[in-house]
């Protein structure tokens, strides 16, 4: 499922205070976005505990549980887990990873809180969560009944408020400073390939490794660094993760080039923080011009006059970064105005 709107971290908290008291809520995502997390918050915010149960690992009697002859009827036991005397959160994780048996014994848990003769506790919540197809992921078709008894919403990643999180949470410093500088390195689409890639959850696990080698307080060998980096996050990111660590005692370079207090690095040495701060350029470039010429504010005409000019000095020290910072790379494209004074003032960096 592929919805047309999506929901930030904060919205998916939001609707769930608000919906899954009186339905019960579908949660879509690709991995490591936070979907397990979000809902043992709410669970906490709302004071119940949260029993989590794993679509993937289940079979149809871990639901339904098991039958128990009483004189001459039979009823089904439902597993101590769901059959609990007071509210609770319970969340069906991975739940479109499960086989269709088991989507079928979920029908009345979702739709009428029960199995069989056992009703779920009043004040209880069921809320489901699954990747998408297109997430190289163990997922299965839906079935159509399952799809409409719940209430649908895809969460997205929202960098602000994953730093407001982060910094509650103490993430390592060099990975929280480096997501504000590139924040759309926080999450990267999976890969169809083997490979690490950079999701909420995995910058996580970056800091722990960090903090677990006490980066900061003492000195890393680069290669046990590297192998952090690139065991963690997507490579293009975990390279530009390394050129930032390696200029860390300078995190201001950008703004003070910026500024005209500071030149790019010219020195082959640092090639590699050359790269960093050029992908950061262009990434602020990205976020900061308006699609519209006419909405220029007195900040974005200077950062516009500035940066014609270091594009320019950038030229100078290597044509081919020069070329990256106003590339169309991964479909983001600088606006066309803008462009077409870059065209007019530096016709070699389009022409070559």
């Keep these: 499922m592929n919805l047309p709107f ?36 709410f669970a906490d915010d709302v004071g119940l505990p949260c029993v989590s149960l794993l679509g993937s690992q289940l079979a149809p009697e871990d639901i339904i549980g098991i039958p128990k002859i009483e004189g001459e009827t039979s009823c089904f036991i439902p597993p101590k887990m769901i059959a609990r005397k007071e509210p609770y959160v319970l969340f069906l994780d991975e739940l479109n ?23 779920l506790p009043k004040g209880s919540v069921v809320i489901g969560a699954g990747n998408r197809s297109q997430d190289s992921a163990i ?39 480096y997501i504000t500088q590139r924040p759309d390195h926080l999450f990267s689409e999976p890969p169809k390939t083997e490979e690490p890639y950079s999701t909420p959850r995995s910058w996580h696990m970056l800091s722990d490794a960090l903090k677990e080698y006490g980066a900061g307080e003492k000195n890393i060998p680069e290669g046990i660094l590297r192998v952090l980096a690139y065991g963690s996050v997507s490579p293009k990111h975990a390279g530009q993760f390394l050129a930032f660590v390696k200029q860390a005692g300078n995190k201001n370079l950008l703004s003070k080039i910026i500024k005209g207090e500071a030149k790019f690095p010219s020195d082959p040495s640092q090639r590699d923080v050359l790269y ?44 081919e970064i020069a070329q990256m910072v106003v590339s169309s790379e991964d479909d983001k494209v600088l606006p066309e105005w803008f462009m077409l004074e870059i065209i007019r003032d530096l016709p070699r960096l389009i022409n070559r």
């Excluded at 999506?6 to 949660?27: G, H, K, M």
């Excluded at 990873?97 to 009703?119: D, N, P, T, W």
């Excluded at 919403?153 to 408020?161: E, G, I, S």
């Design 276 to 319: 960093f701060v050029a992908q950061s350029f262009r990434s602020k470039l990205l976020m900061e011009l308006p699609k519209d010429k006419q909405k220029l504010d007195n900040n974005t005409q200077q950062l516009t006059h500035r940066a014609k000019a270091m594009i320019k000095d950038l030229s100078h020290i290597s044509l």
């Design 139 to 177: 997922v299965k078709t839906m079935s159509s009944a399952l799809i409409n008894r719940m209430f649908h919403v895809q969460l997205t990643v929202n960098p602000n408020q994953w730093l407001e999180w982060a910094y509650s949470e103490n993430i390592h410093s060099w990975v929280t400073d």
């Design 97 to 119: 990873a499960c086989s269709q048996e088991v989507q079928k014994a979920f029908y009345s848990l979702i739709h009428e809180r029960r199995i069989g003769e056992y009703h």
């Design 6 to 41: 999506n929901v930030t971290q904060n919205e998916l908290s939001d609707l769930l205070l608000n919906i899954s008291p009186v339905r019960p809520v579908f949660i879509w995502g690709a991995p490591g976005t936070g979907k397990s997390a979000l809902v043992q918050k």
